[in-house]
């Protein structure tokens, strides 16, 4: 098992037997829109894919928090233009509580080497 970014607390992922499991991906800068949020979050999972020896090809489920529905058609215009619409993952989306107030999209996703 190889962790990636562990500080004690978590790790942004974990490889385990061929498998990448991330923890939630969110921007970096919260003052931006959904899209903008959506679009950071996204560059930071293919950061983790690429140190883990993987892509975003590879990706089999993702599950997706929104702060708001008010944001799913601008989270998912980034969405559609950022996955391999050939091998789409499994997807679930829902509204939660974020921990931060700033946080409008957050994205757990699970992929393979």
């Known amino acids: 098992m190889k962790h990636i970014d562990n500080n004690g607390r978590r790790s942004r992922a ?3 037997n061929g498998t990448i499991f991330m923890g939630g991906q969110v921007a970096d800068d919260f003052t931006a829109d959904a899209a ?3 679009r950071q979050a996204l560059a930071r999972i293919d950061a983790i894919l690429t140190d883990a020896g993987s892509d975003r090809s590879k990706l089999v489920s993702a599950q997706i928090w929104l702060k708001s529905m008010e944001d799913y058609a601008a989270m998912n215009a980034v969405w559609d233009a ?3 619409r050939d091998r789409a993952p499994t997807r679930s989306c829902g509204v939660v509580e974020m921990a931060d107030p700033g946080i409008l999209v957050e994205i757990i996703p699970t992929a393979v080497l």
Do not use: F, G, K, L
Request: overall charge negative; charged content about 20%; proline content about 0%.
């Open 82 to 84: 950022w996955i391999d």
């Open 14 to 16: 974990i490889i385990a």
């Open 36 to 38: 903008e949020q959506t």
